[in-house]
């Protein structure tokens, strides 16, 4: 049978978690789980990185472990329960939805079309109304300050002055360059990850006040 074992691993995690299954299993919520799903997802990546095939697929079992443990979980709200079943059927929804192009009449000629499109239906059904909306502020200081930029960018504001730079345009280049200024922090007792969290927060509020003027102006 095709995805037995999927199905398989819902009936192992209904038995861990129902009465005389593992009382860790039971005892696990939401937010105790979090820092197994965070920690799951740095392996997974770190065995990407050194193309492990062997440990990349372990490592996708244990983050498939924590999409069904939160599934199950969620089973037993007492008031809004979802299952690993709506789960699935959400994000087999969404992928149409955001591919018009493959499920629709919708014509595009490259990628950049397709992440406009993307864009465009995930404002729409999200009823975005900010640059920064859906922008979660708790990742870490450099994703969420790229990702800050990027929406600036593509919403033609301005973006903090970059400066001049004498780095070649690689990832080498600029890779050295990060971690040149992360040991500088470090040797002058400056946590990097909360200064740069700081600015970025910083720049928020000012995307949040250009938001507000362009919306007064029209």
Not at 179 to 205: F, M, Q, T
Request: negative net charge; glycine residues 4%.
């Amino acid at each position: 049978m095709a995805h037995e074992n999927l199905i398989r691993l819902v009936a192992i995690m209904d038995q861990l978690r129902s009465p005389g299954g593992c009382p860790w299993d039971a005892e696990q919520t939401h937010e105790s789980l979090l820092k197994y799903l965070l920690e799951e997802s740095y392996e997974y990546i770190e065995s990407v990185e050194k193309d492990d095939r062997v440990h990349m697929r372990e490592e996708l079992g244990d983050l498939l472990l924590q999409v069904y443990f939160h599934a199950r979980i969620a089973e037993e709200h007492p008031s809004d329960p979802f299952s690993i079943d709506d789960v699935a059927k959400g994000i087999a929804e969404k992928l149409i939805s955001r591919h018009p192009h493959v499920f629709s009449d919708v014509k595009v000629k490259n990628s950049d079309d397709v992440l406009e499109n993307w864009e465009r239906i995930k404002n729409a059904e999200k009823g975005r109304t900010t640059v920064h909306d859906g922008v979660p502020i708790g990742q870490p200081a450099l994703p969420l300050a790229t990702k800050l930029v990027y929406r600036a960018k593509k919403n033609r504001i301005a973006t903090p002055e970059s400066g001049q730079r004498n780095i070649e345009k690689n990832e080498e280049a600029l890779g050295a360059e990060l971690l040149s200024l992360v040991s500088w922090a470090v040797e002058n007792g400056i946590d990097p990850e909360i200064s740069l969290r700081k600015a970025a927060l910083e720049y928020r509020e000012i995307l949040s006040a250009v938001d507000l003027s362009l919306k007064e102006e029209r």
